[in-house]
């Protein structure tokens, strides 16, 4: 029987119980072992308070952590995962019963290391239609089978036994700005590992007002942009010909997406903010060239 280790990191939020409980609910392929590897991020032990007297289906280990940084917790779930399976899901996010079934089945069609599924915010009722219609929490990793070169730590399941990548690690570098997770499974894609997106892995995040004050969306729109030019560079210095065309397009892009978000403003709130967060993301790109630090998120 193989075994598959689900890695939370979590600081203690409420939230945590209902993932656990809907991972209770999951539908589990056959001769496979599942059990729940919770990181205890909070030096108060905010984790294991709340968990002390959970009774529920899945086996969970409590980690002490302590360390305030989702790198050095997501660590912690690798060293301590047990079998050739891992998954990594979020403290404040809730599985469809079928989602480990259809992780699995887009591994073995598409013969992949890795899948990628998608995360679908929940927001608040109070949420104007039109920053609901721009969405700007969801990140569209494509449709079923199609190939990447990173991945997320939201909805993941991937093979943890290949020597190639089975000695990597999160970035603690990374662990408090964020985008430790493009980076850790975009060396795991350097390294070898096939990477491929599934579009019916069905999990569903709740969207805290906070996350959506206009600061913040800024702020990760920004960091999702510095992140992304940080790794899909690697090393190349910033006034190689390969870098200075991407930051060029990046310019470009930046400027079109501001452009077009002010003239749609009077018609299409929605959209008008939906290309303004593309031009940010833009703009992130160029804030790797400067060599600025990443945007804190935590």
């Not at 779930?77 to 089945?105: K, Q, S, T």
């Not at 997770?181 to 995040?205: S, Y």
Request: charged letters at 25%; proline letters at 4%; aromatic letters at 10%.
């Amino acid at each position: 029987m193989e075994h598959l280790t689900i890695g939370i990191a979590s600081i203690g939020r409420s939230g945590l119980l209902k993932m656990l409980s809907s991972l209770d609910e999951i539908d589990v392929p056959a001769d496979l072992s599942v059990e729940i590897l919770v990181a205890d991020d909070d030096p108060a032990g905010g984790a294991v308070r709340l968990l002390s007297d959970r009774k529920g289906k899945l086996p969970v280990r409590v980690l002490s952590v302590g360390s305030r940084n989702i790198a050095t917790a997501r660590n912690a779930c690798l060293d301590h995962a047990r079998g050739m399976w891992m998954a990594f899901v979020d403290d404040d996010e809730i599985v469809a019963r079928d989602w480990l079934v259809r992780l699995f089945a887009a591994m073995n069609e598409f013969r992949a290391d890795v899948v990628v599924g998608p995360v679908y915010p929940v927001y608040p009722p109070e949420t104007p239609d039109w920053l609901q219609r721009a969405n700007p929490l969801y990140v569209d990793w494509g449709r079923r089978g199609a190939l990447v070169d990173t991945g997320r730590s939201g909805n993941v399941l991937f093979r943890r036994d290949d020597a190639r990548w089975s000695a990597l690690r999160f970035d603690a570098a990374l662990g408090r700005s964020g985008g430790e997770d493009t980076d850790f499974f975009h060396r795991l894609h350097r390294a070898g590992a096939v990477i491929v997106v599934t579009d019916d892995a069905r999990i569903e995040e709740e969207a805290p007002a906070a996350r959506l004050d206009r600061g913040y969306l800024r702020r990760r729109a920004l960091r999702s942009g510095q992140s992304y030019a940080r790794f899909r560079l690697g090393g190349a210095g910033r006034y190689r010909p390969r870098s200075l065309a991407f930051y060029a397009l990046a310019l470009g892009k930046a400027a079109v997406g501001f452009s077009f978000a002010l003239a749609l403003r009077p018609f299409d709130r929605g959209r008008s903010f939906a290309l303004m967060q593309k031009g940010w993301l833009n703009v992130g790109k160029l804030r790797h060239f400067a060599a600025l630090e990443l945007p804190t998120m935590y």
